[in-house]
């Protein structure tokens, strides 16, 4: 028997040393129900969705931070430790719900929310160069450009913003994320369109061998805050990173069959995770909306991923959080921010006509889940001390990177 099983038996470590933590309202899991109630309204114009979507909303500011921004609401490792509570720029999609609620609402009461998240970024945009302007991902667990996706979120978010709140200054940053974003993909020999790599490559705080991640599910989630910017508030480079960034991840759909989490089993296995894995859908289906001449394309490769999800990870109430692509699902329990977002994705496929009344059925009985769950569960990539000692010791023991 190799020492690491007898020590570390992985059955061992996930339902005793790495038990999940409970999030209460993390903020993910209610502005993606905010976004898939918008979606179902624009969809069905049934009252009962922008009551929900109000009732999204409301709880939406009431977790916003003192400073204007948005935290997930639990501990966990991005390069650097984020703690419960500190605003984060990946969190910034919130703002980008906030004003689509407005835009259809005319509800008033989120005007301050609104203008307080959109100052958070105004306060923590950084000019990298003389036409660039990036965000940190964690300012205040460091002020240095460490992930890319955090100035994506952020420009999505301003470009539903500046649609509707013209601002100069906020308009000269969200041109600059864009220049940014812009000129840090890169083109692979074997693959059409770019990437993003995870890590900013002249980043000295992560290591060589982290520097190589390449994460598929935060691209297209990338895509999806782009595209939707871009609808609002278009810019040439934006509409090239939306269709690059969308082109190389349908060549690993067609080269795969089934995305993958990154571009190294390493990370997260053979495993799907549904909350990043529907997110691919969602971004195919509004890439769809900005790059006209592939329009079929993506809604084709949106509606294979929903497929496989309503026949995997589809149990008549709920998704499941994680299908090993062998089928067999260990782990039943509800996740309510995965649920939130697979929610939120075959809301917008239902906007989009795609299985309008099967989907939208599903969508009834997700959001219900989601409701008595309270937008509160347990949470998988949640840490304290516990977990980050013994996943520190795991890796020590497996040898992991």
Not at 78 to 105: I, P, T
């Amino acid at each position: 028997m190799k020492i690491a099983s007898f020590l570390f038996p992985m059955h061992a470590i996930k339902k005793i040393l790495l038990k999940p933590l409970t999030v209460d309202y993390c903020s993910q899991t209610v502005y993606r129900t905010l976004m898939g109630c918008i979606s179902l309204w624009d969809a069905t114009r049934d009252k009962k969705w922008m009551f929900r979507a109000s009732h999204a909303a409301k709880i939406l500011m009431e977790i916003q931070r003192p400073d204007g921004g948005f935290d997930n609401g639990y501990d966990y490792n991005f390069g650097f430790l984020h703690k419960k509570g500190e605003s984060l720029s990946s969190e910034l999609v919130g703002l980008l719900a906030l004003v689509e609620y407005y835009k259809r609402s005319f509800d008033e009461s989120v005007i301050y929310s609104i203008k307080n998240a959109a100052n958070w970024i105004r306060k923590n945009s950084i000019r990298v160069s003389e036409y660039e302007y990036a965000i940190p991902y964690g300012p205040y667990s460091s002020k240095a450009i460490i992930v890319l996706n955090g100035t994506s979120f952020a420009a999505g978010a301003l470009g539903s913003y500046l649609s509707v709140f013209p601002d100069e200054e906020l308009e000269k940053i969200y041109l600059g994320f864009i220049k940014f974003l812009h000129n840090r993909l890169n083109s692979s020999h074997d693959n059409m369109g770019k990437f993003w790599y995870y890590f900013v490559q002249d980043d000295n705080s992560s290591s060589n061998h982290q520097r190589d991640k390449v994460d598929f599910y935060h691209q297209m989630q990338q895509v999806e805050v782009h595209a939707y910017a871009e609808l609002n508030f278009p810019s040439k480079d934006q509409k090239t990173i939306v269709q690059l960034a969308s082109d190389f991840v349908l060549h690993k759909q067609n080269e795969l069959g089934l995305i993958p989490y990154t571009n190294s089993k390493e990370y997260f296995g053979s495993e799907i995770h549904l909350w990043g894995f529907s997110s691919c859908a969602a971004g195919f289906i509004m890439a769809s909306k900005s790059i006209i001449n592939k329009s079929n394309e993506y809604r084709q490769c949106a509606s294979k991923i929903l497929d496989w999800i309503k026949k995997n990870a589809w149990n008549g109430n709920y998704f499941y959080n994680i299908v090993p692509t062998d089928g067999i699902i260990l782990d039943k329990r509800l996740y309510v921010r995965s649920e939130a977002w697979v929610f939120s994705v075959f809301s917008l496929a239902v906007k989009e006509n795609i299985s309008f009344d099967v989907y939208l059925d599903i969508c009834e009985k997700s959001y219900n889940t989601i409701l008595h769950a309270d937008f509160s569960g347990i949470e998988n990539h949640a840490t304290n001390n516990r977990i980050r000692f013994f996943r520190g010791l795991r890796k020590i023991v497996l040898n992991i990177k």
